[in-house]
């Protein structure tokens, strides 16, 4: 069985560009996490998909940050303009539906640094 | 509302001995309990997860974890450390509230194991 797939897996841009990163999980699965993970933190979700509606983006930049799942398949989450405390690990992650008890499936993730 | 706390940020221990790796929760509802483990430059992996059925929970690699709810602890431990452990690991905490999973990962303990 294939795992999450995640590109690219290393991104540096400057300050004020934009930047998008892409997720395709495991076939099959109805629900996709994107979690962002700062250097010596654990990761924090910034938005979960139940196939292609948004069920949580509390924790979302919206003025910055957007995200789609348009066919309820694979992602994009995009960053437009970047700041410097963007830099971190972008993680997808999915499952086969979203009840508490479901393991979570993670990609290898996109290291983005900011300049 | 939930919340996790890792007792410790870092942990050392001499290959053979055995690890002992602490977590408390916090939870409105009855919380599903997992524990995940992340090499470096690998994505997240599972070790194991509690979902109230046996509190005493078996996963890879050797490791354990017991559910104590007087305690509100999912502690993580492994009778003999092998180099390979060496690793973050991760607490995480998923209320079951009948709605969609919204989880809270701790802020992790990195693993050292000296040879």
């Known amino acids: 069985e294939a795992g999450v797939a995640q590109s690219p897996r290393y991104k540096i841009i400057e300050k004020r560009q934009s930047v998008a990163f892409w997720c395709n999980p495991i076939?099959?699965?109805?629900?996709l996490y994107w979690y962002q993970q700062i250097l010596g933190q654990g990761p924090k979700l910034l938005i979960q998909f139940q196939n292609n509606g948004v069920v949580d983006d509390s924790q979302l930049p919206k003025d910055r940050f957007s995200a789609e799942r348009l066919k309820g398949v694979d992602s994009t989450l995009k960053i437009q303009p970047a700041k410097l405390e963007d830099s971190a690990v972008y993680l997808c992650?999915?499952?086969?539906?979203?009840?508490?008890?479901?393991?979570?499936?993670f990609g290898p993730g996109t290291r983005l640094t900011v300049l | 509302a939930q919340s996790v706390t890792q007792l410790d940020s870092h942990v050392s221990v001499s290959e053979g001995t055995p690890v002992l790796l602490r977590c408390n929760y916090s939870s409105s509802y009855s919380p599903s309990l997992f524990w995940y483990v992340q090499h470096p430059n690998k994505g997240l992996q599972l070790l194991l997860k509690y979902t109230s059925a046996a509190t005493l929970v078996k996963g890879i690699n050797g490791f354990e974890a017991e559910f104590k709810k007087s305690e509100t602890s999912f502690h993580l431990t492994k009778p003999s450390a092998h180099m390979s452990d060496a690793a973050e690991y991760f607490c995480?905490?998923?209320?079951?509230?009948?709605?969609?999973?919204?989880?809270?990962f701790g802020t992790g303990t990195k693993l050292q194991v000296i040879p």
């Open positions: 995480v905490v998923s209320p079951d509230s009948g709605g969609y999973q919204k989880v809270t």
């Open positions: 992650a999915s499952s086969l539906d979203p009840r508490a008890y479901n393991e979570q499936f």
């Open positions: 076939s099959g699965h109805a629900t």
